[in-house]
Nanobody, 115 residues
Framework: QVQLVESGGGLVQAGGSLRLSCAAS????????MGWYRQAPGKQRELVAR???????NYADSVKGRFTISRDNAKNTVYLQMNSLKPEDTAVYYC?????????WGQGTQVTVSS
């Protein structure tokens, strides 16, 4: 079983920055792909960014050039550096991870960007 715990959300003004962290714990040998998704009120959950264990990344078009995903494999932790935040980035951000043919979700962290 894998537990994912997010941190780093909060309230920020437009143009500001936040850094999200997600630590995976449990009996983990080598965690697979990790990523961040978000869900705004009344909208479907969408992929924000994803990174595989080798470091390759992909991003939603809406965040390219503003967000950077990274990971520390030794700590089983994934980060999301969010710069130039916009009000439309407001959502609950969820961490996601693949491990041993299963997929896991964190509990979510709220990010609110004021205009």
């Amino acid at each position: 079983q894998v537990q994912l715990v997010e941190s780093g959300g909060g309230l920020v003004q437009a143009g500001g920055s936040l850094r999200l962290s997600c630590a995976a714990s449990g009996r983990i040998f080598r965690i697979g792909a990790m990523g961040w998704y978000r869900q705004a009120p009344g909208k479907q959950r969408e992929l924000v960014a994803r990174i595989i264990s080798g470091g390759s990344t992909n991003y939603a078009d809406s965040v390219k050039g503003r967000f950077t995903i990274s990971r520390d494999n030794a700590k089983n932790t994934v980060y999301l550096q969010m710069n130039s935040l916009k009000p439309e980035d407001t959502a609950v951000y969820y961490c996601n991870a693949d491990y041993a043919f299963n997929n896991y979700w964190g509990q979510g962290t709220q990010v609110t960007v004021s205009s």
